[in-house]
């Protein structure tokens, strides 16, 4: 399962992405210009539309069209394209992958359900499933998702905890960005370490002892 870590690009998220391989970003239109894309970072394409429902402040429509212009001139290769979507709105977002599909043919895209939504609501043409939608839908719906689709991404997956139930789900990738944020290098290095060395399953064998 992939970790994307917006554009993180510390000493720290290169060691454990050269190490592991699992890591990627998660880039939206107002970090991708300022980015310095490395061929060895795999990374996928955010519509920065959470962001903007979190802080109350409109959709920026022209930076996503931007963004999908810079793109293709720069012939970037993203492991997918997150559609425009509104946090929540079932009809808005169907209503917007409507209207936008056209200027993105050649890649992967990523549908971004929302609050009401069921499997039937998704899209044939989508690749991926973005798993959206307010926070405590989100969890309560993962299950479903992760059972219908092969696959699923879940965004705001900042604690150990919900990385081990994202994997037990099978999950592709994952986003967050409070691991890094809030925490002190070491603290959340510790926590990834844990996870990509499969410490959650190894059982503990107490040796035999002679008496």
Same mark, same amino acid.
């Given at each position: ?38 061929? %060895?970072? /795999? ?5 920065? #539309? =959470?962001?903007?429902?979190?802080? $109350? ?5 022209? &930076? ?74 989100? %969890?309560? /719906? ?5 059972? #219908? =689709?092969?696959?699923?991404?879940? $965004? ?5 905890? &919900? ?49």
């Amino acid at each position: 399962m992939k970790i994307l870590l917006a554009n993180h690009s510390s000493a720290e998220f290169h060691y454990l992405s050269g190490k592991y391989g699992d890591m990627g970003w998660l880039l939206g239109p107002s970090s991708l210009e300022t980015s310095k894309i490395r061929p %060895w970072t /795999t990374f996928a394409l955010d519509n920065d #539309a =959470f962001g903007s429902f979190d802080n $109350g402040i409109p959709w920026d429509e022209k &930076k996503w069209l931007d963004m999908i212009e810079y793109v293709k001139v720069k012939k970037l290769k993203p492991e997918w394209i997150l559609m425009p979507d509104k946090v929540g709105d079932k009809a808005e977002t169907l209503r917007k992958w409507r209207a936008y599909t056209h200027l993105v043919s050649g890649y992967k895209l990523a549908f971004a359900v929302q609050d009401s939504m069921v499997p039937q609501d998704v899209p044939v043409t989508a690749d991926v499933i973005f798993v959206g939608g307010t926070l405590k839908w989100k %969890w309560k /719906t993962l299950s479903m998702w992760a059972n #219908a =689709f092969p696959r699923v991404h879940v $965004g705001r997956v900042n604690t150990l905890t &919900k990385l081990l139930s994202c994997e037990r789900f099978n999950v592709e990738s994952v986003d967050g960005t409070h691991w890094f944020r809030f925490r002190a290098p070491e603290e959340w290095m510790e926590d990834l370490v844990y996870f990509f060395e499969q410490r959650h399953q190894q059982q503990l064998t107490i040796p035999d002892i002679d008496v």
